[in-house]
């Protein structure tokens, strides 16, 4: 939910019109985090002083209102700051004065973007309006700023006082989720970013290679600096006490000297996702949870904003500086309409890079570097609990009777709120797994959170390198599906389904019994890509079905068993996001506990009936369907004849049981996309949601 970006450029010339298109340009990169309303703010004529531009729709519109703005767009800043924003509204409808950035006062003294939520806003407001202070929004952000000011007046004249120990202060007094970039007028040519349970990244371009590729995390006291091994141990500086001196250790950065000693040209992008900074540049560094990152005169110094304490898994005092390995044209659209269109298009290729270097289809050999040296301790596990949310959580759907039958070891699995709010009981010999395209679930990262204080071993599953979840766990596997921009998860959802069949694999390597099939589901995978390709050959029957037959309906049924559960739920969740038309999900062998009271010869039915050990029963539930004047839809192999010339069919390729859904889903995917069109609907950006979930 919400993007966030920043521009900074140091002894760089640049001028107003590059620094907004940049502004602007990075924020379509996030758009699909949200997109109800966009803003940025940049410095204005004089060095005190900062233009906020805000709009309600996409960016398209904020950029067409910069168009508009009669200012100087030939001015020249050989040092600059700014910072963007794009919504999906929590607090308060889209509007302008709803929109981020968000100003502590009509002089803008301070500005922020924010991404995530405060739930002690309320208190802060009720605070804050006693002291006089009036607001102007509904927003849970407007109250941090006006807070920043309040403690700014109360504390400037301090010993020490800085932009860092300003938003130390206000960060201390925040509960919730947050990424925030704070920009003031009272400290010209810097900003102030942190990040709790929201994501946040440190883009930075030279034109000389960086010293070296980390950034030393700085502690208020140097005695308390611990080597490049240790854990941080840092102090907070209390705003409040202005008896004790501040003491803030400032040390040049490392990576940003230059050889003769004098300050290099330097350009820094921040942003929620690496898809917003890969066109600039690919060396980047992830902010960890309660990082203050402070850009000034060229350089970033990170700090803390706490001691690591009660429990908290340690920082270590470094940050990296990561190369990307994502390429621009992947978050291009290419000759697609949509980037959903796309990235389904895209299948053949994601589903191999997910097995690329890990299946040994010779040898009928899986490994996954990401586990080694933890196979043992997961299969001595009690239990493997899944925990996951929306599409991820049907990929674990999916896999649990792959990995029932070949581990032989109890699995659950857990939508990752419910699981939260039942404090569901986990113990040591536990192994829990989380699943997560973004990799910065909310409900997820706060799941593994509570199995990590219990104990647990915990596995992350994710498509994001670098985010919480792979920073967080102990082990796990990267799905390496490529950036998926559209809203609606589709190759995320394949390439979570192969990773997770290829874990169970691995874990039951030990096991004679179940070689053979081993064998057959690695064959499977080899001819996967293949299958996948023939199904989209197909598209054009998909798309005239969908004009033909489902446009006009409002609501869709989707039926199958077994392991085609997991597929009519993941289908009805896509034709639900993308075309707003009521679907359902329906386990055949529940059909007569309810839900065939639904069922006549205006309800229209998709039926999953491809060749497996429970064909005969799905064939029951036809049976059921057929007597109810009910008109299927079926999804049957290609050579099921009999089915073929009686019903209609949208044919697939026969593969490995507990493979079919990949293909299977594929068909599903593309009605979605079908239908959407058909009912005028934007399908990269659907109404509501947005595309990473990073709030409960």
Same mark, same amino acid.
């Given at each position: 939910?919400?993007?966030?970006?920043?521009y900074?450029?140091?002894?760089?010339e640049?001028?107003?019109?590059?620094?907004?298109?940049? =502004?602007?340009?990075?924020?379509?990169?996030?758009?699909?985090?949200?997109?109800?309303?966009?803003?940025?703010?940049c410095?204005?004529?004089?060095?005190?002083? &900062?233009?906020?531009?805000?709009?309600v729709?996409?960016?398209? *519109?904020?950029k067409?209102?910069?168009?508009?703005?009669?200012?100087?767009?030939?001015?020249t800043? #050989?040092?600059?700051c700014?910072?963007?924003?794009?919504?999906?509204?929590?607090?308060?409808?889209?509007? $302008?004065?709803?929109?981020?950035?968000?100003?502590?006062?009509?002089?803008?003294?301070?500005?922020?973007?924010? !991404?995530?939520i @405060?739930?002690?806003?309320k208190e #802060?407001?009720?605070l804050?309006?006693?002291?006089?202070?009036?607001?102007?929004?509904?927003?849970?952000?407007?109250?941090?700023?006006?807070?920043?000011?309040?403690?700014?007046? *109360?504390q400037?004249?301090?010993?020490?006082?800085?932009?860092?120990?300003?938003?130390?202060?206000?960060?201390?007094?925040?509960?919730?989720?947050?990424?925030?970039?704070f920009?003031?007028?009272?400290?010209? !040519?810097?900003?102030?970013?942190? +990040?709790?349970?929201?994501?946040l990244?440190?883009?930075?371009k030279?034109?000389?290679?960086?010293?070296?590729?980390?950034?030393?995390?700085?502690?208020?006291?140097?005695?308390?600096?611990?080597?490049?091994?240790?854990?941080? %141990?840092?102090?907070?500086?209390?705003?409040?006490?202005?008896? $004790?001196?501040?003491?803030?250790?400032?040390?040049?950065?490392?990576?940003?000297?230059s050889?003769?000693? /004098?300050?290099?040209?330097?350009?820094?992008?921040?942003?929620?996702?690496?898809?917003?900074?890969v066109?600039?540049?690919?060396?980047?560094?992830?902010?960890?949870?309660?990082?203050?990152?402070?850009i000034a005169?060229?350089?970033?110094?990170?700090?803390r =904003?706490?001691?690591?304490?009660?429990?908290?898994?340690?920082?270590?005092?470094?940050?990296?500086i990561?190369?990307?390995?994502?390429? =621009?044209?992947?978050?291009?659209?290419?000759?697609?309409?949509?980037f959903?269109?796309?990235?389904?298009?895209e299948?053949?290729?994601?589903?191999?890079?997910?097995?690329?270097?890990?299946?040994?289809?010779? !040898?009928?050999?899986?490994? /996954?570097?990401?586990?080694?040296?933890?196979?043992?301790?997961?299969? +001595?596990?009690?239990?493997?609990?899944?925990? %996951?949310?929306? &599409?991820?959580?049907?990929?674990?759907?999916?896999?649990?009777?792959?990995?029932?039958?070949? &581990?032989e @070891?109890?699995?659950?699995?857990?939508?990752?709120?419910?699981?939260?709010?039942?404090?569901?009981?986990?113990?040591?010999?536990?192994?829990?797994?989380f699943?997560? $395209?973004?990799?910065?679930?909310?409900?997820?990262?706060?799941s593994?959170?509570?199995c990590?204080?219990?104990?647990?071993?915990?596995?992350?599953?994710?498509?994001?390198?670098?985010?919480?979840?792979?920073?967080?766990?102990?082990?796990?596997?990267?799905?390496?599906?490529?950036?998926?921009?559209?809203?609606?998860?589709?190759?995320?959802?394949?390439?979570?389904?192969?990773?997770?069949?290829?874990?169970?694999?691995?874990?039951?390597?030990?096991?004679?019994?179940?070689?053979?099939?081993?064998?057959?589901?690695?064959?499977?995978?080899?001819?996967?890509?293949?299958?996948i390709?023939?199904?989209?050959?197909?598209a054009?029957?998909?798309?005239?079905?969908?004009?033909?037959?489902?446009?006009?309906?409002k609501?869709? =049924?989707?039926?199958?068993?077994?392991?085609?559960?997991?597929?009519?739920?993941?289908g009805?969740?896509?034709?639900?996001?993308?075309?707003?038309?009521h679907?359902?999900?329906?386990?055949?062998?529940?059909?007569?506990?309810?839900?065939? *009271?639904?069922?006549?010869?205006?309800?229209?039915?998709?039926?999953?009936?491809?060749?497996?050990?429970?064909?005969?029963?799905?064939q029951?539930?036809?049976?059921?369907?057929?007597?109810?004047?009910?008109?299927?839809i079926?999804?049957?192999?290609?050579?099921?004849?009999?089915? #073929?010339?009686?019903?209609?069919?949208?044919?697939?390729?026969?593969?490995?049981?507990?493979?079919?859904g990949?293909?299977?889903? @594929?068909p599903?995917?593309?009605?979605?996309?079908?239908?959407?069109l058909?009912?005028g609907?934007?399908?990269?950006?659907?109404?509501?949601?947005?595309?990473?979930?990073?709030?409960?």
């Amino acid at each position: 939910m919400c993007g966030i970006f920043g521009y900074l450029n140091y002894l760089v010339e640049r001028d107003r019109r590059f620094i907004m298109d940049t =502004l602007v340009n990075g924020l379509s990169r996030l758009e699909y985090r949200g997109y109800d309303s966009a803003g940025f703010a940049c410095d204005g004529d004089s060095e005190d002083s &900062t233009l906020i531009i805000k709009q309600v729709g996409k960016v398209a *519109a904020l950029k067409k209102l910069v168009d508009e703005q009669q200012i100087d767009f030939n001015k020249t800043f #050989i040092s600059h700051c700014g910072m963007a924003h794009t919504r999906w509204a929590t607090h308060g409808q889209p509007s $302008q004065l709803n929109c981020h950035p968000h100003r502590s006062d009509v002089d803008n003294e301070f500005s922020i973007v924010h !991404n995530g939520i @405060i739930t002690n806003y309320k208190e #802060i407001k009720l605070l804050l309006g006693k002291k006089g202070y009036v607001f102007e929004s509904d927003t849970d952000t407007e109250c941090v700023a006006k807070l920043t000011k309040y403690i700014y007046d *109360a504390q400037k004249d301090s010993p020490n006082f800085n932009f860092t120990t300003l938003v130390k202060a206000v960060a201390k007094e925040l509960e919730g989720s947050f990424a925030f970039i704070f920009k003031s007028t009272h400290f010209p !040519n810097e900003v102030v970013a942190t +990040r709790r349970g929201s994501p946040l990244l440190v883009g930075v371009k030279t034109a000389k290679k960086l010293k070296v590729d980390f950034v030393d995390v700085e502690f208020s006291n140097p005695v308390e600096a611990p080597s490049s091994t240790a854990k941080d %141990a840092n102090n907070f500086l209390a705003a409040a006490d202005n008896s $004790q001196p501040q003491l803030l250790h400032r040390s040049q950065s490392r990576a940003f000297l230059s050889e003769d000693g /004098l300050p290099q040209p330097i350009e820094y992008f921040l942003a929620s996702d690496a898809a917003a900074i890969v066109e600039h540049t690919k060396r980047v560094l992830y902010l960890e949870d309660d990082d203050i990152a402070h850009i000034a005169d060229g350089e970033l110094h990170i700090h803390r =904003l706490r001691r690591d304490e009660n429990g908290a898994t340690p920082s270590a005092a470094t940050r990296s500086i990561q190369t990307l390995e994502i390429e =621009l044209a992947e978050i291009m659209k290419g000759s697609f309409d949509h980037f959903m269109q796309k990235e389904i298009y895209e299948q053949p290729e994601s589903v191999v890079n997910t097995m690329r270097g890990r299946v040994n289809f010779e !040898n009928h050999q899986v490994t /996954l570097g990401g586990l080694r040296g933890y196979l043992n301790i997961i299969r +001595r596990a009690r239990r493997i609990v899944f925990i %996951a949310c929306g &599409t991820s959580y049907h990929s674990c759907l999916a896999t649990r009777g792959v990995f029932e039958e070949l &581990t032989e @070891i109890p699995t659950q699995i857990d939508i990752a709120s419910d699981f939260l709010d039942r404090r569901t009981p986990i113990f040591r010999d536990d192994v829990c797994v989380f699943v997560s $395209q973004s990799g910065e679930t909310a409900d997820t990262i706060l799941s593994m959170r509570y199995c990590l204080e219990r104990g647990a071993l915990c596995v992350g599953i994710t498509n994001t390198v670098g985010s919480s979840i792979s920073r967080e766990s102990h082990c796990g596997v990267h799905i390496n599906a490529g950036p998926e921009i559209g809203v609606a998860s589709t190759k995320a959802y394949t390439s979570q389904y192969i990773a997770l069949v290829m874990m169970a694999i691995q874990l039951s390597e030990d096991r004679v019994s179940t070689i053979e099939r081993r064998k057959e589901i690695i064959d499977g995978l080899y001819r996967l890509p293949g299958h996948i390709k023939e199904v989209l050959s197909g598209a054009h029957n998909l798309q005239q079905l969908s004009s033909d037959t489902l446009a006009k309906e409002k609501s869709l =049924l989707i039926m199958g068993r077994g392991y085609q559960s997991a597929t009519c739920l993941e289908g009805a969740l896509k034709i639900k996001e993308i075309s707003y038309m009521h679907s359902e999900g329906i386990l055949a062998g529940e059909l007569k506990h309810g839900t065939l *009271a639904l069922v006549d010869e205006n309800m229209p039915v998709i039926l999953i009936m491809t060749k497996d050990s429970l064909y005969p029963k799905v064939q029951s539930a036809l049976s059921q369907v057929t007597s109810r004047k009910g008109q299927p839809i079926i999804i049957c192999n290609s050579g099921d004849e009999n089915l #073929i010339n009686e019903f209609k069919t949208i044919p697939v390729p026969q593969t490995t049981d507990c493979l079919q859904g990949l293909v299977n889903i @594929i068909p599903l995917q593309l009605l979605s996309y079908y239908l959407a069109l058909l009912k005028g609907q934007d399908v990269d950006f659907p109404r509501n949601l947005a595309k990473s979930v990073t709030v409960e």
